[in-house]
């Protein structure tokens, strides 16, 4: 027996491939979610983890600003306590050539001369006072050329003048200081002071 199929097959063909191609297109579409959600929460995992390093490091760098502000601060203390030693240091030597240099001058000026005043500038030193005559002016910067404390002595001005009746010669002179003499002039004042405080005691 013969069977005709009198339903439009082309029609049911038809609505077969559309429920198809919707099929697809719901998974296509459902797909293209499922990696757009993906590569979303991938990224947003990227930077939050990248905001938290940032985080971490501007962190860090605030200690770091502390500490070197720190080790300034500590640098700056050490050069003042640096300064402050130099300068104990250099009144501690100072103090040791004022004591020679003075017994240095005792030593050295004569006795037809009289000193009124002593500065020093520097390695400079000015000496200024009275004398009996030119003569001894000059007898006192040989003394003190002769001297390892001294160097260069000049004679800046001399000029007569009348004090308290008698006729003397008012001078100023300058003299170098030797900023190292050599260790047996060091060595022989050193021994004069303690020969000194032998002999009070």
């Given at each position: ?10 029609e ?5 491939r559309r ?36 985080r ?35 009144l ?47 007898r ?21 003048v ?15 200081l ?20 032998r002999?009070?005691s």
């Open positions: 027996m013969i069977r005709i199929n009198l339903l439009p097959y082309r049911t063909e038809r609505q077969v429920r198809q191609f919707a099929w697809m297109a719901g998974l296509l579409s459902l797909l293209g979610v499922l990696v757009v959600w993906g590569v979303h929460a991938i990224l947003a995992t990227g930077i939050a983890h990248q905001d938290k390093r940032n971490f490091l501007q962190a860090e760098l605030i200690k770091l600003e502390r500490q070197l502000t720190e080790i300034q601060a500590i640098r700056e203390k050490n050069q003042v306590l640096l300064a402050r030693r130099n300068v104990v240091e250099s501690q030597a100072n103090r040791v050539q004022v004591v020679q240099v003075l017994d240095q001058i005792a030593r050295r000026v004569p006795e037809g001369v009289y000193l009124k005043s002593f500065r020093q500038s520097k390695q400079q030193l000015y000496l200024g006072g009275y004398a009996q005559s030119h003569v001894w002016v000059s006192l910067m040989r003394s003190l050329e002769a001297s390892p404390w001294f160097e260069s002595p000049l004679l800046i001005e001399i000029r007569a009348t004090v308290n009746g008698a006729r003397l010669n008012e001078f100023d002179l300058s003299v170098r030797v900023e190292r003499p050599d260790s047996s002039a060091q060595q022989e004042v050193i021994d004069r002071h303690a020969e000194r405080g002999n009070q």
